[in-house]
């Protein structure tokens, strides 16, 4: 088996799945992770980024959709006048809660795929992976890039 090539084909399904599923109550899965770690504890806009593992770029383009869509806001920091606290509306809350049932459905789908006897070690595995080699995601460090190469010029 080509383990890259598995992973990688389960990452696409997957997250095609749950867009899909997502959108049908005005969400991606990029803004469900951010609104559920909101959610969860109150955080500046440089740790939610790190702790939804998404680089700062991406966090700002996500917070100004969510907070077009009122889902959340950007309130300035009590302890830190420079910083800026993540808070969900009632109206995020709402789409986490119903984000949540989603994506419990799909998960209970998904692992219903596997054999009952097989489903323990494949959760035990998939944990020690993410939690061990695959803990650092490569999109939030600098992405590899190729070297260019050099347009070869006639004499």
């Known amino acids: 088996m080509d383990l890259l090539f598995a992973f ?9 799945e749950m867009a899909a599923r997502l959108a049908e109550v005005g ?27 998404l680089d700062k770029t991406t966090m700002v383009v996500t ?21 800026r606290i993540v808070a969900v509306t009632d109206k995020g809350a709402a789409a986490v809660d119903a984000g949540r049932r989603i994506v419990e459905e799909l998960q209970a789908e998904l692992l219903a795929s596997v054999p009952p006897e097989l489903r323990p070690a494949f959760l035990e595995g998939l944990e020690a992976l993410v939690g061990g ?10 992405a590899m890039r190729r070297p260019r190469e050099r347009a070869l010029v006639p004499n």
Do not use: W
């Open 8 to 16: 990688n084909q389960a990452s696409f399904a997957l997250g095609n």
């Open 133 to 142: 080699p695959l803990a650092s995601p490569s999109h939030v460090e600098r």
């Open 27 to 53: 969400i991606s899965p990029r803004q469900y992770c951010v609104l559920r770690t909101a959610r969860e504890e109150e955080l500046t806009q440089i740790r939610l980024a790190e702790k939804s593992m």
């Open 63 to 83: 917070l100004d959709e969510l907070e077009r869509a009122g889902l959340a806001e950007r309130r300035p920091s009590p302890a830190d006048r420079r910083a």
